[in-house]
Structures are given as C-alpha cells and as structure tokens.
C-alpha cells in the first residue's frame, strides 16, 4: 500500500515538472530544426558517374526508377584501335510519390552516382511534380555534405 | 449601490439566459486550459498554436462550429426519441447543478435549502441520460458503455454524498450560501482572520470528494465507460455532430460544476475575509472563479496522470475504501461537534 501511494505521488511529480519545463515541439512552418547530416532525404544523381548499369532500377522494391538510355560510339584511344562504346543517359527520373526511403539503390550502385542528402522540403501540391528528373536530382548534389575523411592510417588511392 | 426595480420575470429571464450561457463557456474554459493546453505540457508538447492567433485559443470554438457542421447520423435500429432525447437529458443535469451554486452573496439562482443535496440529487441525472444513449444506440459496446456507467455512478454516488456530509454536519446547514457563511465567519482555534476553509477540517471529505468526484465524471483513470480502447467510446459511439457536442459540453460543464461544489464547500466559495456587502457581489465571482480553476487543476492533474483501473478494482476502491472512510469520517465529525 505505502508502495502504491508513493507510486502515485511520483506519477503526479513527473507530469508536474514536465509541465514546467518547456515543451520538446518545434513549430516547423515558424521555425526549422535542421536534420542530421546523414539525414535521408533526398537522393541526389551525379550524372558522371553514372553508366546507365539499371542495377539501382532493378533493385528498386518500388520501381519508382526510370532509367532511359542509349549507346555511342567514341573513337579509339589508340590509333588503330576500336572504336569504343560508351552509354550515354538520356533520362533518369525518380518518382518520390512511389519511393519507401529505403535507400538500397544508393547501396547498390557500384560507380557512386547515387548519394543521400538530408533536404526535405521539396512536397509538391500535385502529385505528378513529385516526379525528379535527372536535372532536379542533379541540383541535389549541391546538398550533399562531404563525405567524413578516411580513417587515419587508411590509405587513399 | 444601484439599486434595479425589474419585475420577477425580467430576472428570472436574465438567470436563465446567464445560466444558458455559463455552462458551454465553463465547458469551453476547461476543456481549452486544461485539455488542450495543460495536457499538452504534461506531455511536452504545445497542443494547438495557431487558431485565434494566441496559443490556439480558437481551437474548441472551431471544433464547436464543425461539430454543427456534420451530418445527424443515427442508426437504422436505434430507438430514435430516446436517442435524440439522451444527450439533452445529460446537459440538463448539468444545467440544475449551476442553480444552487452562488457566485456571490446575492448571484445565485436559487438559494435552495437543500442545496447541496439538490446539487448531488440533479448531478445524478446524467446517468438516466447516459443509459437511455447506450441502450438507444442499438450497439452493443454502447451497451456495455452504459452499463458501466451506470455501475459505476451509483457505487460512486454514495461515497460523493457521504464526504459532503461531514461539511453538512460542521455548518449546520445544506444551504450552499449558508455553508459559505460558516466557512468566512469561523475561526481557526480562535482567529478569525482568514475565515475557516473547511479543507482544513474536512481533509478526509475533501480527498474522498475528489475521488468520487472524477469517477462521476467518468474521467480518467475511472474511464471505463468510454474507455476507447476497449468500447470504441462506450454511450457515445453512435453520437455524431451536434449530439456528440452536447455530450462533450456535459462532461466538461459537470467538471466545472463539480469544481464549484468542492470550492463552495471546501474553500470558502465566493467569500473574501473582510469583504462583505456589495464590495463582494463583484468580487464574488472571481474568487469563486479562480477557486474553482484550482479545484479543477487538481482534477485534471489526476486525469493526465494516471492510466485506467480494471472493473473490479473500480468497484473495490468505492465499496472497500472509499466507502468505511467516508463513514468513519462522519462518525468523528459527529463526536468532535458534539464534543466542542
């Protein structure tokens, strides 16, 4: 019973100071918190990089991914030599309306053209403008932070 | 002071125009500081922050203007006067406590004297209206919902109207502005100076009035009636729109009133030490007011506070505690009156 009561007391206590101290809300639309670095947000495309390998678009749970694109030829490095073929990206859109944030083609890809950056304000009124090409996802770059420096005695190539 | 010569039925209408407007701006006033705005920082939130532009004082109005806004949904089986009929039957009784209660030492509608018992006897009427809803509802947890409040408010009834009888026994009067008259001119062993607060006497009664109180008002954590989790909303879950306000504006209009009793009968109401006449008419009021605003904290202190009890310890609490303390309270009120 004395067990119970100062249970109860202990219960009042807490909701009590809670109620003086100030509340943990940020009133987002007046004032912003910024999210962490690493934060996912957005997925940004750095179009170099890509080769148009379709792994992340295949790897997509949401087939939210639409890779087009096309092959060209370039000519030889050697004198002599074959002409060389190279695949060029025509389109590379990302629908955030179907994707889950899940991140696995910024995982999967093997050449570093996917990378995430913590921008989150980019909602959109009609669902059809949630559709990023590779333009807008291109400008994303810009958000995303530098990668840590490597860990000391790691030896960069 | 300014003295009025209107006929009797000009102020009776005046009274009952105040009283109809009182209780939904009581409802309002509690459910905006207490529900939306104190819960919250319970909880470290802020609740509402924009409509009105102050600290979303605008909120429960706008609910209020929605509510009537929505469509009257009412079952193909339900018994269709009783169920239109049920949630006016609960405001009533709401609406028959505020008469007894006085403001001042003359703002009250009417000075009855069985006032408290007549407060305690009205307040009870909720129950009628809370079972004709769950059984008209043609629902079975509304049902359920009913039958549990109906349990639960005569269990509780007991205990409410025994705690109030050691402040009876004291003052020597049911008549609430007799009560509060005892309370301004007593002493506290022999000094007058603050008027005696029957919570200092009555402690026991004030905590069992609480109790009982919270349970009659089927608030957390005596909320088995509309427990959500387990009913939907028990009596109310057919309720839509207009009749759901009604029943909103009941719950919070009876805690106001409860607030009232326990601050009329345990902390000296309307008086001020060393007001009187006129002086307290305007003064009154806001005491009374910022009595019952604390009364009406601590309940709702408890209502954020603690989770809900099972059935059977609901009806343990009443039958095995409050209950035989209530009446060993009176049993010792009697003998020290007696006594002294």
């Known amino acids: 019973m004395k067990r119970e009561i100062k249970g109860m007391l202990t219960g009042l206590g807490v909701t009590f100071k809670t109620m003086t101290k100030p509340a943990v809300t940020v009133q987002y639309p007046h004032e912003r918190e910024d999210p962490p670095t690493r934060a996912r947000g957005v997925i940004a495309l750095k179009e170099e990089n890509c080769t148009v390998c379709m792994l992340c678009a295949r790897q997509c749970p949401d087939w939210c991914i639409y890779i087009e694109g096309h092959k060209e030829q370039r000519p030889p490095r050697r004198e002599g030599g074959r002409p060389r073929s190279v695949s060029v990206l025509d389109r590379f859109d990302i629908d955030y309306a179907l994707c889950m944030y899940c991140g696995i083609c910024v995982e999967v890809c093997p050449f570093d053209a996917l990378f995430w950056s913590p921008e989150f304000e980019y909602s959109e009124s009609r669902i059809a403008d949630l559709l990023h090409d590779k333009d807008k996802l291109g400008e994303w770059m810009q958000t995303v932070p530098e990668p840590e420096p490597l860990e000391q005695g790691a030896v960069s190539k | 002071m300014i003295a009025f010569d209107i006929g009797w ?235 759901f306000l009604f029943f909103f504006i009941g719950e919070f209009g009876t805690a106001f009133a409860f607030s009232a009793l326990a601050a009329t009968m345990f902390l000296g109401g309307w008086s001020v030490p060393w007001v009187h006449g006129s002086a307290a008419d305007v003064l009154g009021p806001l005491v009374l007011f910022a009595k019952v605003m604390l009364v009406a904290f601590l309940m709702f202190w408890a209502r954020f506070t603690y989770p809900r009890l099972r059935e059977d310890q609901l009806q343990a609490l009443a039958w095995k505690w409050l209950i035989p303390i209530a009446l060993i309270n009176i049993l010792v009120t009697g003998v020290l009156k007696v006594a002294f």
């Open chain 2, 9 to 243: 039925g000009t102020t009776l209408a005046i009274k009952a125009i105040i009283v109809l407007a009182i209780v939904p701006l009581t409802a309002l006033i509690l459910g905006y500081v207490f529900l939306l705005k104190m819960m919250s920082h319970m909880q470290s939130r802020l609740g509402p922050m924009d409509p009105g532009g102050f600290h979303g004082w605008f909120q429960l109005i706008g609910d209020g203007v929605k509510f009537m806004q929505k469509e009257d949904i009412m079952t193909k089986e339900a018994d269709r006067r009783v169920f239109a009929l049920a949630p006016a039957v609960v405001v009533l009784s709401t609406f028959l406590v505020f008469v007894v209660i006085p403001a001042g030492p003359r703002l009250v509608v009417a000075p009855l004297d069985v006032g408290i018992f007549y407060a305690l006897a009205v307040s009870s009427l909720s129950v009628i209206g809370v079972l004709m809803a769950g059984w008209a509802s043609a629902n079975k947890f509304a049902l359920l919902g009913a039958l549990r409040a109906a349990a639960q408010l005569i269990a509780y009834e007991l205990p409410l109207v025994l705690a109030v009888v050691g402040v009876v026994i004291q003052a020597g009067t049911m008549n609430l502005q007799g009560i509060v008259g005892a309370q301004q001119n007593g002493e506290i062993f022999g000094w007058g100076g603050l008027g005696q607060p029957y919570i200092l006497t009555q402690f026991i009664g004030f905590a069992l009035f609480m109790i009982a109180a919270q349970a009659e008002l089927t608030q957390p954590p005596f909320d088995m009636p509309v427990a959500e989790s387990e009913l939907v909303a028990g009596y109310m879950v057919e309720y839509t729109g207009f009749r």
